[in-house]
């Protein structure tokens, strides 16, 4: 079973900037789904953005488009988020996740990711 690590959380001010990295060890991310979810308190974890495992596919929910962007390197076993213009309303822990199965294209449905990571705090102060 991979074991993946987010970092790069912190707190931010409006209009700010985060990059967060997500680390694999004991597995390969190589030919798998990864993505990217959050969970605001009190509410329920949400899909944020997926990446295909040759990374030429991305997908990313209404509300981060044009501002977050998903990559990742294979050799470095690593996966990334970058976040820009960040909002309150961004505010969550975030969780990178691995899919079940190798798999072409990507996939949005939080059942389908097998592997998860703790999670790293994004606090967006405005």
């Known amino acids: 079973q991979v074991q993946l690590v987010e970092s790069g959380g912190g707190l931010v001010q409006a209009g700010g900037s985060l990059r967060l990295s997500c680390a694999a060890s004991?597995?390969?991310?190589?030919?798998?789904?990864m993505g990217w979810f959050r969970q605001a308190p009190g509410k329920e974890r949400e899909f944020v953005a997926a990446?295909?495992?040759?990374?030429?596919?991305?997908h990313y929910t209404d509300s981060v488009k044009g501002r977050f962007t998903i990559s990742r390197d294979n050799t470095k076993n690593t996966v990334y988020l970058q976040m820009n213009s960040l909002k309150p309303e961004d505010a969550a822990v975030y969780y990178c996740?691995?899919?079940?199965?190798?798999?072409?294209?990507?996939?949005?449905?939080?059942?389908?990711?097998?592997?998860w990571g703790q999670g790293t705090q994004v606090t967006v102060a405005s």
């Open positions: 004991g597995g390969t991310i190589d030919g798998y789904v």
């Open positions: 996740a691995r899919d079940n199965i190798p798999r072409s294209g990507v996939v949005l449905d939080l059942a389908a990711y097998a592997d």
């Open positions: 990446i295909s495992w040759s990374g030429h596919i991305t």
